[in-house]
Nanobody
């Protein structure tokens, strides 16, 4: 399984970004897809997750500012982030858990300037 993220970049505070993650080489039905982030010196944390039926959950820090969605036919998950804050600066990782292991993307850098 290969996860390829895109959409990161440098944005001013208050701006928006849309991250994408496409999964390929998948030999099973993907239930949960998620976005995590890791800021320098901090632990990786869950940002948002979505199941194949569309159930979602968000970290309190992004709730109301971010929307996770997915295209099951394309095995792709998106993260729309609005009203970005400098504290959102981090490397964002796509995650797909399976019965045997967790799959991770290479990460995409999001930098929010004040």
């Amino acid at each position: 399984v290969q996860l390829v993220e895109s959409g990161g970049g440098l944005v001013q505070a208050g701006g928006s970004l849309r991250l994408s993650c496409a999964a390929s080489g998948v030999g099973f039905v993907i239930n949960r897809m998620a976005w995590y982030r890791q800021a320098p010196g901090k632990q990786r944390e869950l940002v948002a997750a979505i199941t194949s039926s569309g159930s979602t959950n968000y970290a309190d820090s992004v709730k109301g500012r971010s929307t996770i969605s997915r295209d099951n036919a394309k095995n792709t998950v998106y993260l729309q982030m609005n009203s970005l804050k400098p504290e959102d600066t981090a490397v964002y990782y796509c995650n797909v858990p399976s019965a045997y292991t967790d799959y991770w993307g290479q990460g995409t850098q999001v930098t929010v300037s004040s």
